[in-house]
T-cell receptor, first 112, second 115 residues
Framework: QKEVEQDPGPLSVPEGAIVSLNCTYS??????FMWYRQYSRKGPELLMY????GNKEDGRFTAQVDKSSKYISLFIRDSQPSDSATYLC????????????FGTGTRLLVSP | GAGVSQTPSNKVTEKGKYVELRCDPI?????LYWYRQSLGQGPEFLIY????????DSGLPNDRFFAVRPEGSVSTLKIQRTERGDSAVYLC?????????????FGPGTRLTVT
């Protein structure tokens, strides 16, 4: 079993919909939780990060972490066709230099 | 400012050949990471550097893979005796130290194809 599980999708939604993307994990040592967006044939782009449990909002994006359930979410409000990409969750254990452990990514398609 | 750059963007090589992949991190970033991404998968950690030294190389799959960062800036990932299973996108990332260390910024990657 992988340390981080993520549904690969694809997830298809109409423009303007609220999108919910999720990951589960098994390693209780994870404390930093990141969401990356990756367009086709591009490198991952850091969207948001959260330390420990709680919510964080940035524009149309909200990240939630529930450490008790080992479950993290990314919500996208008013989704746009330009949001069509693969969304990767990533986690690391401690502060300092740390390798990231990624999920497989969820492919999101937002249709006009 | 300039982001992480990687060269070449694409590399096609024959099985058994040697390849070098280059990464130029964001100026001022002391940490540098290499990851490998296979089709339909998330990036998998290979190695990271603090300055010039490899602080963690636990993700390197075998001794055909080696990486250097001689002056604490540019890094080169070297693969000897390439195999078809090495075909993937090789991603480089960099970050600051301390409480910003988890914010890793990725380059566009080098797509390696071994024929």
């Amino acid at each position: 079993q992988k340390e981080v599980e993520q549904d690969p999708g694809p997830l298809s939604v109409p423009e303007g919909a609220i999108v919910s993307l999720n990951c589960t994990y098994s390693n209780s040592a994870f404390q930093y939780f990141m969401w990356y967006r990756q367009y086709s044939r591009k490198g991952p782009e850091l969207l948001m990060y959260t330390y420990s449990s709680g919510n964080k909002e940035d524009g149309r994006f909200t990240a939630q972490v529930d450490k008790s359930s080992k479950y993290i979410s990314l919500f996208i409000r008013d989704s746009q066709p330009s949001d069509s990409a693969t969304y990767l969750c990533a986690m690391s254990a401690n502060t300092g230099f740390q390798k990231l452990v990624f999920g497989t990514g969820t492919r999101l398609l937002v249709s006009p | 400012g300039a982001g992480v750059s990687q060269t070449p963007s694409n590399k096609v090589t024959e099985k058994g050949k040697y390849v070098e992949l280059r990464c130029d991190p964001i100026s001022g970033h002391t940490a540098l990471y290499w990851y490998r991404q296979s089709l339909g998968q998330g990036p998998e950690f290979l190695i990271y550097f603090q300055g010039t030294g490899a602080a963690d190389d636990s993700g390197l799959p075998n001794d055909r893979f080696f990486a250097v960062r001689p002056e604490g800036s540019v890094s080169t990932l070297k693969i000897q005796r390439t195999e078809r299973g090495d075909s993937a996108v090789y991603l480089c990332a960099s970050s600051l130290r301390g409480d910003r260390a988890h914010e890793q910024y990725f380059g566009p990657g080098t797509r390696l194809t071994v024929t």
